[in-house]
Every structure is written in structure tokens, then in C-alpha cells.
T-cell receptor, first 114, second 116 residues
Framework: KAGVTQTPRYLIKTRGQQVTLSCSPI?????VSWYQQTPGQGLQFLFE???????NKGNFPGRFSGRQFSNSRSEMNVSTLELGDSALYLC?????????????FGPGTRLTVL | AQKVTQAQTEISVVEKEDVTLDCVYE???????LFWYKQPPSGELVFLIR??????QNEISGRYSWNFQKSTSSFNFTITASQVVDSAVYFC?????????????FGKGITLSVRP
């Protein structure tokens, strides 16, 4: 079974630009969740999508948004990039979802904002 | 207050030493789940173990063992006879609620370095 894939693996953007990250979950998993990882803040939950609906949302500004398609693939968009958005963005897929479900993580997208 | 506290930030041991990674959690729910994940230098987090709040049995898997104590709200992880390949960041996580009210909180992580 193929694992979780994320594209692109690395991105360099400048302040004010927007970016779209993609995540393909494990086949059969309907839950996809996104996380931001930085040295200072650690792993922070962004949002979870389940069957194309956003089910949970973390404490991030509206510049961070996402969506999920009918094939469970998910995209995350960050608009008006700020320097502080530089981070490793991880997505995870799960059969059960956040409520006790085991998460399978992708390799992440390393975003650098200049 | 942090919901998941991993007080140790960095631990360095010599190969073959035993090491215990501490995790203390806080929740008002009676039903919850605890997890440990490992993040090796490659960056991809890997699931290690899941425990639900009704199962306080300790678990052993090879060199890894977990001690879950509800009385002290702790879920500690011990690596016996550590190896260089155990070098990674280890995260403890707490899952509460159900469906749209579910919440997942990670601890800050513990960086474990195992020296040859």
C-alpha cells in the first residue's frame, strides 16, 4: 500500500505571495489532517478534512485554508505569506480520524518564506 | 496550561543505555487516547503506540515499553539497550473528543541522541 505523499517537498516563496500544498492520503483513508512544525512552536494542528468537509480547525488565521476532493486528496493554501509561515508542513491520513485514530504522516513540505 | 507536557527537551545517551521519555497529560474527558510518534532525521513521523484511557496495561514491544498511569496522568516510554537508530525526536500526543469535537494535541517533543 502506498504511503502518504506530499508535493512539493520544498518551496521558496517571498512575502505576500500565496502557496498551495498537496497531500495524497493512503487509499481508503477519508481523514486528512494538516500540521505546521516549527522549532519554536513544535507541531501545531491546522485542520482536518473528512469526506470533503472540514471537521476540525486549529487556531490559525484565515490565511490558512484547505479543501479535500472526492478522491480524498487534500490541498492546503496559505495566502499573503509572512516570514513566520516558514515551516515544515505535514499532512497525515487516517482511517478513523482525529478521535483516537492512528495517523500516517507524509514526508512534509518545507516552506521557506523570504 | 499545556495539555501534553514533555518536560525533557533533549536527552543524550550512550548506546546500550536504557532511557525513559516522560509524558504528562491533562484532560477532563473520561475517554481519550494517548500516542507516541517518532520523527527520525528524515522528517517523517512514524506511529509507535496508541493507548485508550480504559486500558492501563503496560506494553512491551521488543526494546520498547510503555507505562501508562492514570493516577499520575503519565504515559512514559522506555527504550531498553538504546541503539544509534533510536536517535530521533519523540512526540507524545493526546486525542480527546469525538467527530467534529475531536482534538489532537502534541507535546513539544524530546530529541534523543544515542551516541555510539
Amino acid at each position: 500500500k502506498a504511503g502518504v505523499t506530499q508535493t512539493p517537498r520544498y518551496l521558496i516563496k517571498t512575502r505576500g505571495q500565496q502557496v498551495t500544498l498537496s497531500c495524497s492520503p493512503i487509499s481508503g483513508h477519508r481523514s486528512v489532517s494538516w500540521y505546521q512544525q516549527t522549532p519554536g512552536q513544535g507541531l501545531q494542528f491546522l485542520f482536518e478534512y473528512f469526506s470533503e468537509t472540514q471537521r476540525n480547525k486549529g487556531n490559525f488565521p484565515g490565511r490558512f485554508s484547505g479543501r479535500q476532493f472526492s478522491n480524498s486528496r487534500s490541498e492546503m493554501n496559505v495566502s499573503t505569506l509572512e516570514l513566520g509561515d516558514s515551516a515544515l508542513y505535514l499532512c497525515a491520513s487516517s482511517l478513523e480520524g482525529l478521535a483516537g485514530g492512528v495517523l500516517f504522516f507524509g514526508p512534509g513540505t518545507r516552506l521557506t518564506v523570504l | 496550561a499545556q495539555k501534553v507536557t514533555q518536560a525533557q527537551t533533549e536527552i543524550s545517551v550512550v548506546e546500550k543505555e536504557d532511557v525513559t521519555l516522560d509524558c504528562v497529560y491533562e484532560t477532563r474527558d473520561t475517554t481519550y487516547y494517548l500516542f507516541w510518534y517518532k520523527q527520525p532525521p528524515s522528517g517523517e513521523l512514524v506511529f509507535l503506540i496508541r493507548r485508550n484511557s480504559f486500558d492501563e496495561q503496560n506494553e512491551i514491544s521488543g526494546r520498547y515499553s510503555w507505562n501508562f498511569q492514570k493516577s499520575t496522568s503519565s504515559f512514559n516510554f522506555t527504550i531498553t539497550a538504546s541503539q544509534v537508530v533510536d536517535s530521533a525526536v519523540y512526540f507524545c500526543a493526546l486525542s480527546e473528543g469525538t467527530g467534529a469535537n475531536s482534538k489532537l494535541t502534541f507535546g513539544k517533543g524530546i530529541t534523543l541522541s544515542v551516541r555510539p
